[in-house]
């Protein structure tokens, strides 16, 4: 049964027992207008404590309200140039900001702004994979709703964003018997450096390499123009080799072989994060993710991948949020 056909208007007390008991096919299905209106009341107030985020004259990430005194929190590595923080009514005052967390990618920002609606925090352990969430805005209606993926967890990769990653230029395969080469693009650093194909890369900057993700998270954490040390193996002798890193071509990732962008530019490398299915856009990230009864789970920090959107738990947005006031 589609929701729209339900003929119910749910307040946050009946939300949980309609989860219960009615499922949906696909993500469009808990995206139809009457599920997000169903969240409507239960998000109010976060929803006024969602604002709009501009650079430059540009919307690039949605805030939270964090202190009624005209603290903020959002996605850091967005943030060049002058900000501006446009508040739920409409009001667009200054930003500055108070300071950031890069392992996060979070960062604190002030307006001068009192008696601010903040954000109200879910106390406790975070939804159980499977349970409904939504993506806020300042308008009073969800963006999106979705369903947790999985527990909080570790996300590897660079914290860098993809167009400040350093690029080899290599294609790699075969762990086990050793990381062998098994392309060179044309043009890039790898190529200027010498390496071939069906050379085995040994090493990176004196570190033994054992892992395709191990190089990837390697190289990664560079920025181009970083010049590195490559030891390779070739015809049973190991050489050394010196490469500047280039930046990424424009091409996809292969982990965007699914479709479905856009991507967050930075979206890896996070110590702790919360996966959901909710296809938040990039400018969109930065904002509050609630669950049924409104309360904040975590501030959504990176689209991902087609049906994937982190964001950083509340605990630990509380955590950074208080550290960069003390600072």
């Given amino acids: 049964m589609k929701v729209k056909r339900l003929g119910i208007v749910l307040v946050a007390g009946c939300l949980h027992l309609w989860i219960a008991s009615h499922l949906w096919a696909d993500v469009h299905e808990k995206n139809d207008a009457s599920v997000k209106a169903a969240f409507q009341e239960s998000a109010a107030v976060a929803s ?23 603290y903020l929190v959002t996605k850091a590595s967005v943030l060049q140039g002058k900000l501006t923080c446009r508040l739920s009514g ?99 650093a790898a190529e200027k450096a010498g390496v071939k194909v069906d050379d085995l890369l040994k090493s990176v900057d004196g570190k033994a390499m054992k892992s395709v993700r191990q190089v990837v998270d390697t190289i990664g954490s560079h920025p181009p123009g970083r010049t590195i040390k490559l030891v390779v193996e070739r015809d ?65 920090i990176a689209r991902a991948l087609r049906v994937t959107t982190y964001a950083i738990p509340a605990e630990t947005v509380k955590q950074v949020v208080e550290e960069l006031k003390d600072k």
């Fill in 90 to 188: 409409g009001r667009e005052l200054a930003a500055v900001i108070v300071g950031s967390d890069n392992a996060h990618d979070l960062a604190l920002l002030k307006i001068d702004a009192k008696k601010l609606t903040p954000v109200p925090w879910r106390s406790g352990a975070v939804p159980r994979p499977g349970s409904l969430v939504a993506t806020t805005a300042p308008d009073g209606v969800p963006l999106a709703v979705g369903v947790i993926s999985t527990e909080p967890r570790k996300i590897s990769g660079s914290t860098r964003p993809d167009n400040q990653r350093g690029w080899l230029g290599i294609g790699l395969g075969g762990e086990e018997s050793g990381l062998g080469i098994t392309s060179v693009a044309s043009g890039s």
């Fill in 48 to 70: 006024k404590a969602t604002v709009r985020i501009l650079a430059g004259g540009r919307s690039v990430a949605l805030g939270a309200v964090v202190d009624p005194d005209g």
């Fill in 236 to 300: 049973d002798k190991e050489l050394e080799l010196t490469a500047t890193l280039g930046r990424p071509q424009t091409g996809r990732s292969p982990r965007d072989a699914w479709g479905g962008g856009p991507f967050s530019r930075r979206r890896w490398g996070f110590p702790i994060a919360l996966p959901h299915d909710m296809a938040v856009h990039p400018d969109n990230c930065g904002g509050p993710l609630i669950d049924t009864d409104g309360n904040v789970v975590g501030i959504n």
